[in-house]
């Protein structure tokens, strides 16, 4: 059992450039979340999926889409890199309560 | 968002108990309380919930008074290992959680 995985673990853009950050887990979760955490700052949450082809906003949307085609996978796209995008990206997936959260190891994304 | 407020840093050593006191005026009837522990470079981690009194389980204890407003983690004989961020999360869903800045707790030999 991997739980949540994510890739990439690191990647560095150039501002403008695009990218899709993958997230899978194997619990058969209904539920799965995206969040972004600056240095020294708790976590915020970005886009949310209640269930496969389902998206909603979270708290800090802007700049970022994604996108839930299968129940185990869920992207989180870059369509325009700025450098107020640097940070650590977390995934996460929970059942239907949405209080247990499972996390995945993160990626950090610089955008120079 | 239901924001709380915590200390941003506690200082322990090893063998003590350790009580992170998390302060939640605005709680809300349905509203629940979570706590989650983070290690540098990982995810966050569940560690507990409740709705009032207490809640034990195996990790640590949470104890709520009868009004609500405030709430705190207790985490019997700290080890190294525990050093960590810990978030309370006040909120009856996920898109309720506030995450905050959390208490930094460091703990000594």
């Known amino acids: 059992n991997a739980g949540v995985t994510q890739t990439p673990k690191f990647r560095v853009l150039k501002t403008g450039q695009s990218m899709t950050l993958l997230c899978a887990q194997d619990?058969?979760?209904?539920?799965m979340y995206w969040y972004r955490q600056d240095p020294g700052m708790g976590l915020r949450l970005i886009h949310y999926?209640?269930?496969?082809?389902?998206?909603a906003k979270g708290e800090v949307p802007d700049g970022y889409n994604v996108s839930r085609l299968k129940k185990q996978n869920f992207l989180l796209g870059l369509e325009s890199a700025a450098p107020s995008q640097t940070s650590v990206y977390f995934c996460?997936?929970?059942?239907?309560?949405?209080?247990?959260?499972?996390f995945g190891p993160g990626t950090r994304l610089t955008v120079t | 968002l239901a924001k709380t407020t915590q200390p941003i840093s506690m200082d322990s050593y090893e063998g003590q108990e350790v009580n992170i006191t998390c302060s939640h005026n605005?709680?809300?009837?349905?509203?629940?309380i979570t706590w989650y522990q983070q290690f540098p470079s990982q995810g966050p981690r569940f560690i507990i919930q409740?709705?009032?009194t207490k809640v034990t389980n195996e990790v640590a204890s949470l104890f709520i008074p009868a009004d609500r407003k405030s709430s705190t983690l207790s985490l019997p004989r700290v080890s190294l290992s525990d050093t960590a961020v810990y978030y309370c999360?006040?909120?009856?869903?996920?898109?309720?959680?506030?995450f905050g800045s959390g208490t930094k707790l460091n703990v000594k030999p």
């Open positions: 409740g709705y009032k």
């Open positions: 619990m058969n979760h209904e539920y």
């Open positions: 605005n709680i809300a009837t349905n509203d629940y």
């Open positions: 999360l006040v909120g009856d869903n996920f898109n309720k959680f506030y």
């Open positions: 996460a997936s929970s059942d239907r309560t949405g209080v247990e959260q499972y």
């Open positions: 999926s209640v269930g496969e082809g389902t998206t």
